[in-house]
């Protein structure tokens, strides 16, 4: 983004109407030369713009940053200068140098303008004097301890509540495969041992006995445990909302 001040327009200003006052009279040099090469008087006054038009043209893809830029500028510089000394040359030496003149002085202002804005845009802006606030960090949600089954964790939308983990998270999907495996044993109410379910689940024996802790709260004995967990941490809410 370029950032402008009274200093920077000060000087841009000059050189800008250097510019444009040079490829006026280039434009009229252009256009004087092609109604002498039998060009009809529209395509005549277009021409100009097809010359020193490609140097406006690449100095603004170059001011983009794009390098591609200089294949219009370059170009059209000798265009512009061929023109203008051509439309001269026929009464001497001196008069050629004089035509040509507007074609130089165009593509060094246009070049000039160029860079300093693009040095502009370049610039940080200018300070006004007051410190910016520092941003304030964003609050990082508390940590979930997904490992951990059993552990209760933050409710959603309801801060200083908290919600039980539901069974098998943090299993990576060992604990469905363990209710699937031992279906018939846990409505039996037994668990298999941690060796079978190292060897039959292919898991290690920390993993291994996170399964069964959490194949033991499946059986109706833990089922039960869980229940009377929940009621004595709901009872004194419960009878707190009694009359």
Not at 54 to 74: D, K
Not at 100 to 124: D, T
């Amino acid at each position: 983004m370029v950032t402008w001040t009274r200093r920077a327009g000060a000087a841009a200003l000059p050189v800008a109407a250097v510019a444009i006052i040079a490829g006026i009279v280039s434009y009229s040099h252009i256009e004087h030369l092609a109604l002498a090469e039998h060009q009809p008087l529209p395509l005549a006054r277009l021409f100009p713009f097809a010359v020193d038009g490609l140097i406006a043209a690449g100095s603004v893809v170059v001011l983009g940053g794009e390098q591609l830029g200089w294949l219009a500028v370059v170009p059209g510089v000798a265009a512009t200068l061929f023109a203008n000394i051509e439309s001269g040359i026929g009464y001497g030496p001196l008069a050629a140098t004089v035509a040509a003149w507007p074609a130089v002085a165009f593509s060094v202002a246009s070049f000039v303008l160029e860079r300093w804005i693009k040095r502009l845009a370049g610039q940080p802006p200018a300070s006004t004097g007051v410190p910016a606030a520092p941003p304030f960090p964003a609050a990082a949600p508390p940590p979930v301890p997904a490992d951990v089954p059993g552990v209760p964790v933050p409710a959603p939308g309801v801060p200083g509540v908290l919600e039980p983990v539901p069974a098998g998270h943090g299993l990576n999907g060992h604990g469905h495969e363990a209710e699937r495996l031992y279906a018939a044993e846990l409505a039996a109410g037994d668990v298999p041992p941690i060796r079978r379910i190292r060897a039959e689940m292919h898991v290690g024996g920390p993993r291994a006995k996170e399964i069964q802790a959490h194949l033991e709260r499946l059986t109706p004995a833990g089922r039960s445990i869980a229940q009377m967990r929940e009621e004595i941490r709901c009872g004194p809410a419960a009878e707190g909302d009694q009359p």
